[in-house]
């Protein structure tokens, strides 16, 4: 791969990398406008019912960011069999951490908000939620295994067609069973169309991908990577993801204990977020895919160039996107509630939304960045320290402590990702000066 070749590469893989991660935000932001304009009172059992759920599903999530970065490296080492042996124990991984995580979820997500000073009629109602979207968690990891796997390989158009297809079945199921269930009915929504995205790409991996040389459907080579290798990859993302999701959970905890409107707010602002996060994730993987295809081929220079390369682009994106933000503010807010106050606490927020999303969207490629030439740690410990110790005692302080609001929780979001991104893009700019550097890579046990 010269590296002329290399933005192209990136927009090809970042699009439907995007365009999918997209999708996957859409389902929640779906679920929110649909409870919002449907059952708008339960809106704030669907955000607390999420936040247990959450933390589960991104640390899971977290395990299978190796079935990427091992698949890619494998491609660019020249051995594509090792990608699909890569992806069948990826597979396992999902099915195991799902379970355990369902489990987890049924047991503990109610007394779990009694515990953190939610009301017992909201945390009763939450619990309820976070009970069937943990049914769910199996099935969502399962595709996500899989989307990797596509996105390791080149390939990542068929996962963002299920996505939006499976988006399209959790909107009907939404308008057939909100109306009836409330929050519970888009949870059982959520569970259906997940039913529908697993069936989709592992059917459309194993049908067509079968005799295609990846060996999606061959015993595995004894020289692929292992279970160990794996989790030596996807342990520290794993930690580094749940460190940030409970943080966020926390936020919408605090959110919470201010008040049911600020919970609501909170939760349409941080879908926004969210949605424009996921521009930065497909950036994020597109980065990560080149680096570890760079450094399985032995180019540790044109995998420092990917890793700035793809920077640069988010960057520009990150600003784009704050634009659109505060020029239809109104319309956002009035797109996701029918409360004409709720719709003016949004807009309100709108401006230190659109502050956040540079430094956020940054701090997560700067770390793909990292972790595709194998520095596998340095982002979980900057992840622990900016999401973990800064930013919930600081929200705490500004918004319930000094009465800012769900205001003062976006400033120490800001904050925190000010903090992030500063220190991973530090930590990148050392590692790439180094004279005779070499890279770490992930030990195979």
């Not at 995007?18 to 389902?27: D, K, Q």
């Not at 905890?253 to 609501?264: N, S, T």
């Amino acid at each position: 791969m010269s590296d002329p070749a290399l933005l192209p590469r990136l927009i090809r893989l970042a699009g439907p990398v995007a365009i999918a991660r997209l999708g996957i935000m859409g389902m929640g932001v779906a679920d929110t406008i649909i409870v919002g304009q449907l059952a708008p009172r339960e809106l704030s059992h669907l955000a607390l019912g999420w936040a247990p759920t959450g933390l589960f599903l991104v640390g899971a999530i977290g395990l299978l960011v190796s079935v990427q970065v091992l698949g890619a490296r494998a491609i660019g080492e020249g051995r594509a069999a090792h990608a699909g042996a890569v992806l069948r124990r990826g597979l396992i991984i999902a099915w195991i951490a799902g379970g355990v995580s369902a489990a987890l979820i049924a047991l503990s997500a109610t007394p779990a908000l009694l515990a953190l000073g939610i009301k017992p009629d909201l945390a009763a109602a939450a619990g309820k939620v976070a009970m069937v979207l943990g049914l769910s968690i199996p099935l969502h990891l399962t595709f996500i295994a899989a989307s990797f796997f596509m996105e390791a390989i080149s390939r990542p158009n068929a996962g963002a067609v299920v996505m939006w297809l499976g988006n399209a079945v959790n909107i009907a199921l939404n308008l057939v069973l909100v109306s009836a269930y409330g929050a519970v009915g888009s949870a059982w929504a959520t569970v259906g169309a997940r039913v529908f995205l697993v069936a989709g790409l592992l059917g459309w991996i194993f049908l067509k991908l079968r005799d295609s040389g990846f060996g999606v459907a061959q015993p595995a080579p004894s020289s692929a990577p292992g279970f160990g290798a794996m989790l030596a990859v996807g342990a520290a993302a794993a930690i580094s993801q749940v460190a940030e999701a409970g943080a966020f959970g926390g936020m919408t905890v605090i959110a919470g204990r201010i008040g049911e409107d600020a919970v609501a707010s909170y939760q349409i602002v941080l879908n926004l977020l969210a949605v424009v996060f996921m521009i930065a994730l497909g950036f994020a993987a597109a980065t990560q895919v080149l680096v570890s295809e760079s450094i399985g081929a032995d180019q540790k220079a044109q995998a420092t160039r990917a890793g700035w390369l793809g920077l640069g682009v988010n960057t520009l994106a990150m600003f784009a996107a704050a634009v659109l933000i505060l020029l239809f503010a109104q319309p956002i807010g009035r797109a996701f509630s029918a409360d004409p106050a709720l719709v003016a606490a949004v807009a309100a927020l709108m401006p230190i939304a659109a502050l956040v999303l540079a430094p956020d969207g940054g701090q997560v490629v700067a770390a793909a960045a990292l972790r595709g030439r194998g520095d596998n740690w340095f982002p979980t410990a900057s992840h622990v320290f900016a999401y973990v110790i800064v930013m919930p005692p600081l929200a705490f302080l500004l918004g319930e402590m000094q009465g800012r609001g769900v205001a003062g929780l976006m400033e120490a979001i800001f904050i925190a990702s000010c903090i992030s991104v500063g220190v991973l893009v530090a930590r990148f700019a050392w590692l790439t000066r180094r004279a005779q550097g070499g890279f770490a890579q992930p030990r195979e046990t």
